[in-house]
C-alpha cells in the first residue's frame, strides 16, 4: 500500500511465517469486526482481481485507526495528519510478511500493529495476559502479638489514568480518544471535531458540554473517567 512519506527513518523488517496462512480473524468477507475495535466499516471494490480480492476493513482501535486488506495489508495512524505511519503487507505463496515503520509510533500503537498482524497470520487475536500475583505462603495462625514490629503499609503506586494515557498533542484527537475512554463513539479520530465528536461529547457531559473549550472539555472526561476507576 502506498503512504505519504514523512521524512522520518523508515525501517523494513521481514518476518517468516511457517505453516499455512488461516482465514484473517475478520472473515473471508471482512464482515466480522476487528476485536475490540469501534466505528468499523466494511468496503468491496467493483471489480475484485487475484491480488486484490477486493474486500476491506477499517475503523478504530484503541484510539488508533487501522485498515485491513483481503490481500494481506494492514496499516496503522493516529489520524489524517499523523506524524508515524506503520503498514505490514504479507505475502502467502513465500509465507512472509514485511513491516513498514514511518517515524516513531507510541508503545500502544506497535500493541495495536501486533494484533493486526496477528489478526492476518494466525486468524485469531491474543491479548496480552495479565499480570498476577503471586498467592502469598499461608501464615500459621499466632496466639497474642507478634514479636516483630510491622512495617507501615505502603501507598500503592498511583497508575496513569484518562488523558495521561494518551500520547498525542492535536487537542482535537485527544478530545476525541478521551471521549472512547468514557465509552462514547466520535467517530474517526482524524483531528476533525465533527457532528459525531459532538454528539459523543454531549452524550457524556450534557447539552452545556457545546460550550466547552477543548480544553475544558477534557478536563471535564478526565474527570469523569478516572473518578469511574476510583469506584
Known sequence: MSGTQLGAAVFTICIVVSGARAAPCVGSDFATPFPGALNVTVHAVDVPSP?????????????????????????????????????????????????????????????????????????????????????????????????????PALPEETQACGMETIDDENPTRKLQRMLILAGADPGPVDGIPGAMTANALVSVLGDAATQLTSQDAINALQERVCSYGDQ
Open 51 to 151: 491480488r486484490f480480492p477486493g474486500f476491506w476493513q477499517e475503523g478504530t482501535k484503541d484510539g488508533y485507526f487501522f485498515s485491513l486488506f483481503a490481500n494481506g495489508d494492514a496499516a496503522l495512524t493516529a489520524g489524517r495528519d499523523s506524524s508515524w505511519h506503520l503498514s505490514y503487507s504479507c505475502d502467502a505463496s513465500l509465507d512472509e510478511c514485511s513491516a513498514n515503520i514511518e517515524g516513531s509510533p507510541p508503545d500502544g500503537a506497535m500493541q495495536v500493529a501486533e494484533q493486526l498482524k496477528q489478526c492476518l497470520l494466525e486468524g485469531e487475536v491474543s491479548l496480552p495476559a495479565e499480570e498476577t500475583e503471586a498467592p502469598s505462603p499461608e501464615e500459621e495462625p499466632t496466639n497474642g502479638l507478634s514479636e516483630e514490629p510491622v512495617s
